[in-house]
């Protein structure tokens, strides 16, 4: 009886253990990213419906900025991080409720796949959408499990994975896929409330992402490649990158060699053997990982946390395959060897996360905050690179020509280098004495004559990120 009560709870045990440890990470040593403060202005300063116009400079759906949304009404400026926090991960909580609670899967590999790289910290500590696709089709599968599921519900499910990223919408196909397999197609099986739900989902993704008018894959891109190249990286980076993280150098900064490539067959090789005997799921997992490949070939060729979109759907594929660690000992070899590599680089990544900051932009907003009195604007030189700064300083900053206050940036704005004569005059029109300068680097003293030097913030830091503030005054 005793047993049987311990088995009960351990998975709610194991559940908020992994969100409390999660969220101590996120809490205690976790700086947010560029991208990270970029949808919370988004959804902070944006209406509903200039939100959504938006959505073609993001590249991204709705549903993370949306659900963002909800958070700002508590906005004061000065807890962001916190409501930012809070609010991925309430989601983080969700899907790990799923993969703890609510799968029949392994405790051990529970444990695991909690443990690894993608769940862990890219998706976990890391504040991004990604783990509203975690939760949706971790989600989904929990219903497709169960024999006489709400239709109704499914159909909702797959219009909400849909909005969350393209990912989601490729794992959508494939999962209908899964459906559509499992019994003999007639036409009259996409008329079903599940697949309306699918339809409309795509319909809503493509009317509010495309076409896209965002240059942000040709500003993150880290080189133009051969079309061999873009096919070999993309290979690489969708299955060694992914399921042996760490064991070749990041795909995406050095490119393909024979050894990640090799690697990469032999991950192949290893899906289909977990596979083999699941024609249903070794064709929704072959649809994922095919249409994973054409859209890292032909559109974007993608990073580490767009690759690992693979490995949250093998999580999914195994729910619904069932698996015993101790009569299938080659799958659970392969799954552990998977397990092994993810959970190594997890703790490299938190490691270093603990270790060094990963830009100064902290260390810069929290010393304007404190520093800089409210009536004093603070001029950005470089927009792109000062939004994580105001996030810390929990104040806009200006920018010239226009002399208006920014939180967020359109990745397609081309950057404005003032003169002097300009920032003085933006002084004068702002009635105060001298204004602050936030510059990336240093600035020219050339350009730049009257500018001092007040403060630098160029320490040791993980993306070589510093900032640099100057006083300027209006005389």
């Not at 990213?33 to 991204?60: C, M, P």
């Not at 309430?90 to 690894?116: E, N, Q």
């Not at 093998?314 to 080659?330: H, S, T």
């Not at 703790?347 to 810069?364: D, G, M, R």
């Amino acid at each position: 009886m005793k047993k049987d009560r311990f088995n009960h709870i351990l998975p709610y045990i194991l559940w908020l253990l992994f969100v409390c440890i999660i969220g101590y990470f996120k809490i205690a040593h976790h700086e947010l990213w560029k991208d990270e403060w970029q949808a919370w202005f988004v959804a902070k300063d944006l209406g509903i419906k200039e939100l959504l116009s938006f959505l073609y400079y993001e590249g991204h759906p709705s549903l993370w900025y949306l659900y963002l949304k909800i958070f700002t009404i508590f906005s004061t400026s000065t807890n962001d991080v916190a409501l930012i926090t809070a609010a991925h991960l309430l989601t983080v909580a969700g899907g790990l409720y799923f993969l703890f609670v609510r799968f029949r899967l392994p405790i051990l590999l529970k444990i695991l796949f909690a443990l690894s790289y993608f769940v862990f910290f890219e998706y976990g500590i890391v504040n991004r959408g990604y783990f509203l696709v975690i939760l949706m089709v971790f989600w989904i599968v929990n219903l497709l499990k169960t024999e006489n599921y709400s239709k109704s519900q499914f159909g909702l499910l797959m219009f909400l994975l849909c909005q969350t990223e393209v990912y989601g919408v490729l794992m959508a196909i494939s999962l209908g896929l899964f459906l559509i397999s499992k019994e003999k197609f007639e036409i009259n099986t996409l008329k079903t409330r599940e697949f309306l739900g699918f339809f409309l989902g795509v319909l809503i993704f493509v009317i509010s992402v495309f076409p896209r008018t965002s240059g942000h894959v040709a500003r993150t891109s880290n080189k133009a490649l051969t079309f061999t190249d873009q096919v070999l990286s993309a290979v690489q980076g969708n299955l060694s990158n992914t399921y042996l993280i760490g064991s070749t150098n990041d795909t995406f900064t050095y490119g393909w060699t024979a050894l990640g490539l090799i690697l990469s067959f032999i991950c192949l090789g290893g899906l289909w053997f977990l596979f083999r005997n699941f024609k249903t799921l070794l064709l929704s997992g072959g649809m994922f990982l095919v249409s994973m490949l054409a859209f890292s070939i032909v559109l974007y060729l993608g990073g580490i946390r767009q690759w690992g979109m693979g490995f949250v759907f093998l999580i999914a594929l195994l729910e619904l395959r069932g698996i015993d660690l101790i009569k299938e000992k080659v799958e659970t070899v392969i799954l552990l060897v998977f397990c092994l590599f993810n959970i190594v680089h997890c703790s490299k990544a938190v490691l270093e996360e603990i270790k060094i900051p990963f830009t100064n932009a902290e260390k810069a907003g929290l010393f304007i905050r404190d520093k800089v009195p409210v009536k004093v604007p603070v001029v950005a030189l470089n927009k792109f690179e000062a939004t994580p700064v105001s996030g810390y300083a929990g104040r806009k900053f200006f920018e010239l020509p226009d002399g208006t206050e920014f939180s967020y940036f359109k990745w397609v704005d081309k950057i404005y280098l003032p003169t002097e004569g300009e920032l003085k005059l933006f002084a004068k029109f702002k009635q105060v004495g001298g204004i602050i300068l936030l510059s990336p680097k240093p600035i020219d003293t050339l350009r730049f004559p009257s500018a001092q030097l007040w403060q630098t913030f160029d320490e040791t830091n993980y993306k070589k990120e510093n900032y640099y503030l100057y006083t300027l005054a209006a005389k």
